[in-house]
């Protein structure tokens, strides 16, 4: 039987929330768009999708409500992208799904790892790519973005992400070289553009 081309007949709030982000590529714009990526380029840059993909992912996020397209320079007209509230909404999402994909990084294919952690806080002694804090104590979150220290869950914008021992030191493209460097969530990406 053949696949539909949308979830219609199924009366479920998974299948209606994958209507939005379910498309190949389109989560990856919303964490690039959490780590402070704003510009057209720097979402091809950092994603190396096909351009007419980042297009239409990006268009499909505006009309949901997920991103807002703002003007940043008037001549030529450039515009960058920014979450709305409605895209911050989606971060326990991605962290809890960034947390499950590095247990399945470890290679066993058990969903979730065994629940052990590193120092990391990661998975079945997975290398973590990046490691996100409550800036307020520099306590590393947990799973679904809370703050153990503090017993309450962290907004994004006060997350500190961290490079972990999992990435390159030396990556070629701008987005992420800068990247590497500590920085809150939703700030806006500044890269060494030349």
């Keep these: 039987m053949a696949l539909g081309k949308d979830y219609a007949t199924q009366q479920c709030s998974i299948a209606r929330a994958l209507e939005i982000v379910g498309e190949r590529w389109t989560l990856l714009v919303v964490r690039d768009a959490f780590y402070g990526v704003r510009r057209y380029n720097d979402f091809l840059v950092h994603l190396g999708l096909p351009r007419a993909v980042l297009a239409a992912r990006l268009q499909a996020l505006e009309r949901a409500g997920v991103l807002e397209k703002r003007r940043y320079q008037y001549s030529p007209p450039r515009d960058e992208y920014v979450l709305t509230d409605r895209g911050i909404a989606l971060w326990p999402v991605l962290r809890s799904l960034s947390v499950w994909g590095t247990g399945q990084a470890d290679g066993t294919g058990r969903e979730g790892g065994t629940g052990q952690t590193d120092g990391a806080g990661q998975a079945d002694g997975a290398k973590p790519l990046r490691i996100f804090t409550h800036a307020a104590c520099g306590t590393e979150l947990g799973a679904y973005g809370e703050c153990p220290a503090c017993g309450v869950p ?41």
Excluded: I, S
């Design 154 to 194: 962290v907004p994004p914008g006060d997350v500190e992400m961290l490079p972990g021992p999992g990435l390159d030191p030396d990556p070629r493209d701008p987005v992420r070289r800068a990247l590497l460097r500590p920085r809150r969530l939703l700030q806006p990406l500044e890269t060494d553009r030349v």
